[in-house]
């Protein structure tokens, strides 16, 4: 009997965990909307992502009325992004939830602007965590390209008083997003999706929360897969970071110019260099050129040398920006936008501005404005 009782056990926590393991997998969720203003050259795509990967695994059209709606099998639980055209998306927790999202399009009569919108996701608990993580980031860029044009535009202040002024701001930004990201997990931290939160959170000073989120998580859905993968995508984020921290020579790379000429890091070795990484619809990092500028004609006569690495999916905005900017150092643009050099040099957001010395190790990290200025002057002293 005893033996007996011990089997059943078994089985009951091997059902348990095979649950768990398994969440939705395999099962189908509708995604429908409707498109205000079609761009027909492309189609509806979604896609899943793997880390700092990413993989097509739906595309589809819309109907004579704009409306689309598409059978999707969740193969793997977690996080993706509806792309709406080329034009806009939205990320959105593909689980066991119908989700609904509604866009406007590539609006021809309204001048383009290189700003994204926010659209809600109509679905269940999961995805309304999401909405509150869509909405944060939103809200987080809209303030950064306020605070850009209003310093930028400002006739009562210098340039050195702009540049610090700006950095200021956008160090705040910063530390409010963060406190807002674990307000979010603190109102969810029961709902699978909250784990699309958690790669907002820095995983050293964050770890004791991160953990109890984990905890939390095991406690509830044992053995899920897509808790599974975070962590193993953040172990290989931790080692990633652990080669590009300060003090480390900068990873190598090389991507062409232009005229088609291949430059990367080792090319400016003994001088010190400034790596700007941009991309032509990113307004922050529009904003961020004139500092550049500046700093550019303050320093490059006295051994320092700019590099700028764009990001774009393709070379035609990527040139198109550069005839508006104007720029007047070596510009390069990385492949299958960024995918690789973003994993590289583990960043997520633009620009990220970096420095590096003469022996091509990195300095500083993460600079703007009157800090970019600052860190360059101590290496030239």
């Known amino acids: 009997m005893q033996k007996t009782l011990k089997k059943l056990g078994l089985i009951a926590l091997v059902i348990t965990v095979f649950a768990g393991t398994l969440g939705a997998q395999g099962k189908t969720i509708t995604v429908k909307g409707n498109i205000k203003f079609d761009e027909p050259r492309f189609k509806m795509q979604i896609i899943r992502q793997d880390g700092s990967d990413s993989k097509v695994v739906g595309e589809f059209d819309i109907d004579a009325n704009n409306n689309f709606n598409y059978k999707m099998v969740v193969e793997q639980p977690g996080l993706y992004t509806l792309d709406c055209k080329k034009w806009e998306s939205v990320q959105f927790w ?13 609006d021809t009569a309204k001048m383009v602007m290189k700003n994204p919108k926010y659209y809600k996701i109509d679905g269940g608990p999961k995805n309304e965590v999401m909405n509150h993580l869509n909405y944060l980031n939103y809200q987080n860029y809209q303030w950064m390209i306020a605070i850009s044009q209003i310093t930028y535009r400002s006739k009562f202040l210098n340039d050195s008083v702009k540049n610090e002024t700006t950095g200021k701001f956008y160090d705040f930004l910063n530390e ?3 406190s807002r990201v674990r307000n979010i997990a603190d109102l969810y931290p029961n709902r699978t999706s909250v784990i699309a939160v958690l790669r907002y959170l820095n995983p050293e000073k964050d770890a ?58 080792k090319n400016f070795r003994g001088k010190v260099l400034l790596i700007d990484f941009w991309a032509s619809w990113c307004g922050p990092c529009r904003q961020e050129i004139p500092n550049l500028k500046e700093a550019y ?14 990001i774009d999916k393709g070379t035609p905005e990527w040139i198109k920006a550069l005839e508006q900017e104007k720029m007047p150092w ?12 973003t994993q590289l040099y583990q960043f997520s957001g633009i620009p990220f501005i970096i420095l590096l010395d003469k022996e091509g190790r990195i300095i500083a990290k993460n600079l703007r404005g009157e800090g970019l200025i600052k860190a360059i002057k101590e290496q030239i002293k």
Do not use: H
Request: no cysteine; net charge negative; glycine share 8%.
């Open 330 to 341: 070596p510009q390069i643009l990385a492949p299958s936008a960024g995918k690789e050099i």
């Open 208 to 265: 004791a929360y991160i953990q109890k989120i984990y905890d939390t998580i095991d406690s509830l859905y044992p053995g899920y897969a897509p808790l599974a993968k975070f962590r193993k995508e953040q172990k290989e984020k931790r080692e990633f970071e652990a080669r590009v921290k300060i003090g480390s020579v900068a990873p190598d790379f090389e991507y062409p110019q232009v005229n088609g000429n291949a430059i990367g890091p």
């Open 297 to 310: 004609e303050m320093f490059k006569d006295k051994g320092v040398e700019f590099l700028s690495v764009s």
């Open 94 to 106: 593909a689980e066991d939830e119908d989700i609904e999202v509604n866009f406007r399009g590539k």
């Open 176 to 178: 409010d997003f963060k």
